[in-house]
């Protein structure tokens, strides 16, 4: 069985500086997504980034980027410049390696940005 | 293009009494998926159709739910009787297919409230 465990329920940050949001996973898979799903107030989740489990490079988009330890069974999202917008909760999630699989979601980080 | 819809966008309900709820998929996408979280615990997977066949049910609680996809479009998911822990909010998603994407989509989800 997978896992995704999410140790912070609540974090918050100063407008422009950075944080870190922690994940891990259990899984006895070889070949796996991982995902980091952002959902704002009242409105839906969207894809922050992805990250395939057999590259070694991390992912990174614009702002966001992740430090993944695939030994260490770990996916950390980081996300520089803070900006009052990404406010939200953080849900990181896994998926096997085969198209049309669900997720496996953690419990969530509520994100503040504080201005 | 729309995203994936969801209707009604809350519900509160008495025990014992039916629901059901809506989901309109980004056209086109033959995979939808139904996912539940519960207050303060991780988003679980409930089912996924491809077109109109359900392709994995293994997280569906129990008998007191049924979820249809006829015609492959839309998706309606009823709980009938609900009960006080079907509370929570109840998440659609759906995806292309093809060989090689992962990424799902996420509806605004319902909340549904049994009192």
């Known amino acids: 069985a997978q896992t995704v465990t999410q140790s912070q329920p609540e974090m918050s940050v100063q407008e422009a500086e950075t944080v870190t949001l922690s994940c891990t996973y259990d899984?006895?898979?070889?070949?796996?997504?991982l995902f980091w799903y952002k959902q704002p107030p009242s409105r839906q989740m969207i894809l922050v980034i992805r990250?395939?489990?057999?590259?070694?490079q991390n992912a990174t988009e614009n702002r966001f980027s992740v430090n993944f330890q695939k030994a260490a069974k770990s996916f950390s999202l980081k996300i520089s410049d803070s900006q009052l917008g990404d406010t939200a909760m953080y849900f990181c999630?896994?998926?096997?390696?085969?198209?049309?699989?669900?997720?496996?979601f953690g419990t969530g980080t509520s994100l503040t940005v504080i201005p | 293009e729309a995203g994936v819809t969801q209707f009604p966008s809350h519900s509160v309900i008495e025990k014992g009494q039916t629901v059901t709820l809506r989901c309109d998929p980004i056209?086109?996408?033959?995979?939808l998926y139904w996912y539940r979280r519960v207050m303060g615990k991780e988003i679980k997977f409930l089912l996924h159709?491809?077109?109109?066949?359900?392709?994995?049910e293994s997280g569906m609680p129990n008998n007191r739910f049924l979820a249809e996809r006829t015609g492959g479009t839309y998706s309606t998911l009823k709980v009938q009787p609900a009960e006080l822990e079907d509370s929570g909010v109840y998440f659609c998603?759906?995806?292309?297919?093809?060989?090689?994407?992962?990424?799902?989509?996420f509806g605004p989800g319902t909340r549904l409230t049994v009192t």
């Open positions: 998603a759906s995806s292309l297919g093809l060989a090689g994407t992962y990424e799902q989509y």
């Open positions: 899984t006895s898979e070889n070949n796996y997504y």
């Open positions: 990250q395939e489990a057999y590259k070694q």
């Open positions: 999630a896994f998926m096997k390696h085969r198209t049309g699989n669900q997720f496996y």
């Open positions: 056209s086109g996408h033959d995979n």
């Open positions: 159709f491809v077109k109109e066949s359900k392709q994995d």
